[in-house]
């Protein structure tokens, strides 16, 4: 549906699971303004630069118009025709778990919902899988182990109620920037206490109490640690433990865990121990760093046996509190679109559960045990036993470990539809079927964040082409295989409804997940909904989840376990001296096949980078800037190396967004080995093992240009620009005709070229210019090129008769690389204006240049700046 021009929609933002409300106005030319919806209990009003910058990602450029088959274009119904003939065709032929699908976080609640029936009910298996599984599987399982359902007990409010906030393997600050901001208002307000648990120094240290900087994948053995501090200390609720079994066996594996482990000082933990059991409302955040890893559901369990040790569950600024990465996988959850759920928080394996969702849907089959969770879902279509795989939304020739095989897995496998926004992603090129979907902007339904909020997701463009909405694919494959009246579905209100009606049956049973008050919703009801928290029962709307001490495992009763730590799965030894840690930067999402496309948000950090300690860049010889290539058993990968005290020796950190697509060496998922928690089936991404060197090329280059570009050496890296594009390059075969490689990099067989060289020191510069206008530049050295980068990146399209002494002239700006990309602030402007203005604090910079004043992820970038003693301008 499309909104007229003017009229301001609300919506949600795409990202990640804080799930901030903001107000769309389209400007009738396909864009759209954004702002934060003061009215969305989430964000308030507040964005961070991601959502601030979604108008910018729009374009149609790189857009999917119209179904594929082999790579040729054709219509809607030879392509579901096709897609339908095959599913059943597998089935009848092979069983129904020769098939699979496997979706997105990014998928709206009512997609979920369809694409779980069609798989579940109808083709009659359960192998259903998401990337959620990649993301926090883990607190699934120790939720489930814990509570008897997946039930997250807090809410946002319960952040700002708190007096001490800890953040485990939660980089919050860049990764849920909007949750950061609310702590940091709420600790200016009551002087909250912050304690950052993490590997790494990451932003979120820079206004922490406390950084525990233990060793990678030791969490448990804090957290038992602290369990028995509790005890000792006699901070044990009694009364709150009435609710609760396991306490003793808990008990006595905390006693025997060996906290040495943490790497940590005694002193250190002591001083956590008794910040934690001094404060009465507690709150733990946990995220990816807990449930990435190979004993990820015990790091989640160790979380809550301490929360449910002390009784600090249920009440107001108390409670663990998974933040989740993607927009809906909380939706995702709800409507059990995992391989081991069910729906609506119902059991796969519960009979009675089966049969009363069989009897709903009015389904043929169900599968009575879990299905292939990802690793194994893949590795099936690898071995030839899967022989039809849907890929909805998501990007696993990428981001899933092991990226090389599972790249090949899909080749492999006999048939493919990838359904997606674009072409160009390194899975939907491997695709035999290709399904135009719709773009956020073009779609209606809900999400659930973080805390248990539904809001509206609500379409304002229309979709281009052939596009068409993810539930309505779906239902018209389903209604294609010959389930008509499963599928018989006009619009996502009637599905929200027939949701909302089986969920009803989950609080018939007893269940947590019951939304059944919103069952019957009118049309015009479900078009105006406001953010809603579950559950809204007929009985029951809201409110606080085990403050009553009644808990969802058949005795009513909550779980401790005792949990033992074990190591990260692979080893360390002298092939694979590092751990690598994998996670996001502050400004990319994903594989950026979106935030790639806003020049500002690709100013910040532009190329994948590695970031190594300076102890083991000396030892290897690693200059800054220089290139490390790192390898493991399943692949190797280049990248920028940054050489920094924020890791620990023997620790790398690299970034997950570099695709094929933007830097094809910085595919990081080829290197992380596929072993899973043996619970929650979630993959180990922060603990690889790899080895790292210094990489030696030939030559490197920086390149900008009007127009995208074609590198074809062995390292490159390419970034959109607020005038094109800028490229990092290097080779391995000595240059030999450079006008040669820049018309062909740049495709500008007529633009006029000059050259300028130094042949004693190597160095060749190259411009290509158009009527009167530099179109593109190539800088190349022996070296890592140094020239002003961010100076280079504005200037295709202008006149700048400079552009090949690689800095700007007399009176032309440099901003520097941006710090604060909701305001498109620079490095240089900020220091300029520092050292001219005579400002003193973050918050005279934001006075002065608006830097770091809305959604703050900038602020330690620019009290850093404001540290610098004797100002100098920012080098690359
Ligand atoms: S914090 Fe940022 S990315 Fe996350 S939902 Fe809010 S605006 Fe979107």
Same mark, same amino acid.
């Not at 790249?407 to 496998?413: F, P």
């Not at 620790?651 to 570099?658: A, C, S, T, Y």
């Not at 006149?799 to 800095?807: P, Q, Y």
């Given at each position: ?8 929609? =609300? ?89 699979? @699908? ?30 959620? =599984? ?88 804090? @957290? ?320 606080? @989840? ?31 001296? @590092? ?114 060197? =210094? ?11 009007? =127009? ?169």
């Amino acid at each position: 549906m499309a909104v007229a021009a003017c009229q301001e929609v =609300r919506s949600a933002c795409p990202y990640c699971g804080t799930g901030c409300g903001v107000l769309l106005r389209p400007d009738g030319a396909g864009g759209l303004a954004v702002r934060g919806d003061p009215e969305h209990p989430a964000n308030r009003g507040r964005l961070c630069s991601k959502g601030l910058a979604l108008g910018e990602t729009l374009g149609l450029e790189g857009r999917l118009l119209a179904p594929q088959v082999n790579g040729q274009e054709t219509d809607w119904d030879s392509a579901l025709d096709l897609v339908a003939a095959r599913f059943r065709q597998a089935v009848e032929q092979h069983g129904p778990d020769s098939v699979g @699908f496997y979706l997105s976080g990014q998928m709206l609640t009512e997609d979920y919902y369809v694409a779980n029936k069609l798989m579940k009910g109808f083709l009659g298996s359960a192998n259903i899988d998401t990337n959620s =599984r990649l993301c926090m599987a883990s607190t699934v399982a120790g939720h489930k182990r814990a509570f008897g359902t997946d039930t997250v007990p807090g809410t946002y409010e319960d952040l700002e109620e708190a007096d001490l906030i800890v953040l485990a393997g939660s980089n919050l600050a860049w990764c849920h920037p909007v949750l950061y901001q609310r702590i940091l208002a709420a600790r200016e307000a009551r002087g909250t206490r912050l304690v950052v648990i993490d590997p790494r120094r990451t932003a979120s240290c820079d206004q922490a109490d406390m950084h525990l900087k233990l060793r990678a994948g030791s969490d448990a053995a804090l @957290f038992n640690r602290l369990l028995a501090a509790l005890y000792e200390g006699g901070a044990l609720d009694a009364e709150y433990l009435q609710h609760v079994e396991g306490l003793g066996a808990a008990l006595e594996a905390a006693f025997a865990a060996d906290a040495a482990v943490t790497g940590l000082e005694e002193a250190e933990i002591a001083a956590f121990c008794d910040l934690w059991m001094r404060t009465e409302k507690v709150v733990t955040i946990f995220s990816q760093g807990v449930n990435q890893s190979t004993s990820g559901a015990d790091k989640v369990n160790a979380i809550l046996n301490c929360h449910l040790a002390a009784g600090r569950i249920g009440k107001l600024g108390c409670g663990p509190f998974s933040v989740t990465g993607q927009p809906n996988a909380m939706g995702g959850r709800e409507v059990g679109g995992l391989a081991n759920m069910l729906a609506c928080h119902m059991d796969l394996e519960n009979s009675s559960h089966r049969a009363a969702v069989q009897e709903f849907w009015g389904a043929p089959a169900m599968p009575e045990r879990a299905g292939l969770k990802a690793v194994d879902l893949f590795r099936a279509a690898g071995e030839g036993r899967l022989k039809a795989l849907w890929i909805i939304h998501t990007n696993p020739a990428v981001t899933m470990p092991e990226a090389d095989a599972v790249s090949a897995a899909i080749k492999a496998c006999d048939f493919t539809v990838v359904s997606d926004v674009t072409a160009a992603t390194d899975t939907a090129r491997l695709a035999d079927v290709l399904l135009p979907a719709a773009a956020w902007a073009e779609k209606d339904g809900t999400v659930t964040n973080s805390d248990r909020t539904i809001s509206r997701q609500r379409a304002v463009l229309p979709p281009p082409g052939q596009a068409r909405a993810d539930w309505d694919i779906l239902a018209d494959a389903g209604r294609r295989m010959g389930w008509g009246a499963a599928f018989d579905y006009q619009s996502p209100a009637q599905i929200f409804r027939e949701h909302a009606a089986l969920s009803g049956l989950a609080g018939s049973f007893g269940l947590d997940f019951d939304i059944s008050g919103l069952s019957s919703l009118s049309d015009s009801d479900y078009e105006g909904l406001a953010p809603v928290r579950w559950p809204v029962s007929r009985k029951r709307q809201g409110g606080r @989840f085990f403050a009553d001490g009644r808990f969802f495992h058949p005795d009513g009763k909550a779980r401790m376990l005792p949990v033992r730590w074990r190591p990260p799965a692979a080893a360390q030894d002298r092939r694979y001296p @590092f751990r690598l840690n994998t996670g996001r930067i502050r400004d990319q999402w994903h594989t950026m096949t979106r935030t790639g496309k806003a020049p500002r948000l690709s100013g910040h950090l532009a190329e994948p980078f590695a970031d190594i300690h300076p102890e083991d860049a000396r030892r290897l010889g690693v200059q800054p800037a220089d290139l490390l290539r790192l390898s493991s058993p399943h692949g190797q990968a280049i990248l920028r190396a940054r050489i920094t005290a924020d890791v620990q020796p023997g620790d790398l950190f690299v970034p997950i967004h570099w695709t094929g697509e933007t830097a094809p060496s910085a595919r990081i998922d080829t290197l992380v080995a596929a072993a899973t928690d043996p619970v929650s089936g979630q993959p180990e991404s922060k603990g690889a093992v790899v080895a790292a060197e =210094r990489w030696q090329a030939a030559w490197y280059g920086f390149a900008v240009s009007c =127009r995208p570009m074609a590198p074809r050496t062995e390292y490159w890296a390419v970034a959109r620009t607020g005038a094109g594009y800028r490229a990092e390059l290097a080779g391995l075969a000595p240059l030999a005709d450079l006008e040669a490689i820049a018309r062909d990099l740049f495709a500008l067989p007529e633009a006029e070229a000059q050259v300028m060289t130094d042949r004693r020191k190597g160095i060749a510069r190259l411009a290509l210019h158009q009527d009167g206008k530099v179109m593109a530049a190539l800088f190349t050295a022996p070296e890592p090129v140094a020239v002003r980068r961010d100076y280079l990146a504005g200037v295709p399209g202008s006149s700048a008769a400079e552009v090949l002494t690689g800095i700007p002239a007399a009176g032309r700006p440099d901003p520097g690389p941006v710090v604060c990309a909701c305001f498109s602030v620079g490095a240089n402007t900020i220091l300029h204006a520092i050292e001219s203005g005579g400002l003193m604090s973050v918050a005279d910079v934001g006075a002065a240049l608006q830097a770091g004043t809305n959604c703050g992820s900038c602020r330690p970038d620019i009290a850093e700046l404001l540290s610098r003693r004797p100002f100098r301008q920012a080098a690359e």
